[in-house]
């Protein structure tokens, strides 16, 4: 699986928009990037994934760049609930395996 | 749909002791993969079990194992515990093309 690179930390001010990116450079054809956050002490929570076309759910949006070496995951509307690690991860879509290589995620700070 | 049970949700054992945690994955998962999170390592997959068979195993010592159960429950054990293996472990369940996570097991070796 490829190796992603995130930024440690973010701040965000609540209610705006947070955009949290990930670089991805060494991607192959068949691997996703997928996006989970963990709040503290609680187990990791999918939030989106995707190939190659942005995508969006109720959570967030996902922009994934033409070259496919890096991505954006967008929270539109950040609130403090927001606050949380999250990991940028890269994989074969679906497979055969559950194994998932988390590195060391943004940890992003909803600010009232 | 009830999501990923992990029990106990806390543990504290002591050197040298053993311990066995416990998953229930997703109704209909027959996936599980088990993670440790510690501050220094951070998230570390452990093993996955699909149909009862161990698919992938992590870069662990032989102390830690796993089995699954016919209905797809799965449990880990940890032997001869150590103070480094104060951790917080996950597993994850998979039906599809996610993993979803239980809340975890905190366990603390003292």
């Known amino acids: 699986d490829a190796k992603t690179t995130q930024p440690p930390s973010m701040d965000c001010a609540e209610g705006r928009a947070a955009n949290l990116p990930c670089n991805h450079s060494t991607i192959s054809g068949n691997e996703y990037v997928y996006w989970y956050r963990q709040i503290h002490s609680q187990g990791p929570q999918y939030i989106i994934h995707?190939?190659?076309n942005n995508e969006t759910n109720e959570m967030a949006s996902l922009i994934i760049t033409e070259d496919r070496k890096s991505s954006t995951l967008i929270l539109p509307h950040a609130t403090l609930r927001d606050t949380a690690v999250y990991y940028c991860?890269?994989?074969?879509?679906?497979?055969?395996?559950?194994?998932?290589?988390f590195g060391t995620g943004t940890l992003l700070a909803v600010q009232p | 749909k009830a999501g990923v049970t992990q029990t106990p949700r806390y543990l504290i054992k002591t050197r040298g002791q053993q311990v066995t945690l416990s998953c229930s994955p997703i109704?209909?998962?027959?996936?599980v993969s088990w993670y440790q999170q510690t501050p220094g390592q951070g998230l570390q997959f452990l093993f996955e079990y699909f149909s009862e068979t161990q698919r992938n195993k992590g870069n662990f010592p032989g102390r830690f194992s796993g089995r699954q159960f016919s209905n797809s429950r799965s449990e880990m054990n940890v032997s001869t515990l150590e103070l480094g293996d104060s951790a917080l472990y996950l597993c994850a369940s998979k039906g599809g093309t996610e993993a979803f996570f239980g809340q975890g097991t905190r366990l603390t070796v003292v």
């Open positions: 991860i890269v994989r074969n879509y679906g497979g055969a395996t559950n194994k998932l290589i």
């Open positions: 995707g190939l190659k």
């Open positions: 109704s209909g998962h027959r996936s």
